[in-house]
Nanobody, 124 residues
Framework: QVQLVESGGGLVQAGGSLRLSCAASGRIFSRYAMGWFRQAPGKEREFVSDIRWNSGTTYYATSVKGRFTISRDNAKNTVYLQMNSLKPEDTAIYYC?????????????????WGQGTQVTVSS
């Protein structure tokens, strides 16, 4: 298993920015890609972004494309989510997760390790 710890959440005004971090430890060799998901109150958890560790190939949900940027620092075993032009509808708990090789991007069941989440609140 991979242990994941998110940080960087907080309260920000609409139009502002936040950067989330996800530090990974444990069986890191079993991790093929990392993803960010979010869950707003009363809604299902949804895919936000994904990045492959080796190639750096990235994927984004349509709702965040052009505003969010996912990146990774292999030396620090950390994944980041830079969030710009934040909107009130971005308010959610953000989770990072690790995906093994062969999994489907964005399908939650294919992410086998999850962090505890970090709250992001965007005020209007």
């Amino acid at each position: 298993q991979v242990q994941l710890v998110e940080s960087g959440g907080g309260l920000v005004q609409a139009g502002g920015s936040l950067r989330l971090s996800c530090a990974a430890s444990g069986r890191i060799f079993s991790r093929y890609a990392m993803g960010w998901f979010r869950q707003a109150p009363g809604k299902e958890r949804e895919f936000v972004s994904d990045i492959r560790w080796n190639s750096g190939t990235t994927y984004y949900a349509t709702s965040v494309k052009g505003r969010f940027t996912i990146s990774r620092d292999n030396a620090k075993n950390t994944v980041y989510l830079q969030m710009n032009s934040l909107k009130p509808e971005d308010t959610a708990i953000y989770y990072c997760a690790a995906r093994a090789s062969g999994g489907t991007i964005g399908r939650m069941n294919d992410y086998n390790s999850w962090g505890q989440g970090t709250q992001v609140t965007v005020s209007s």
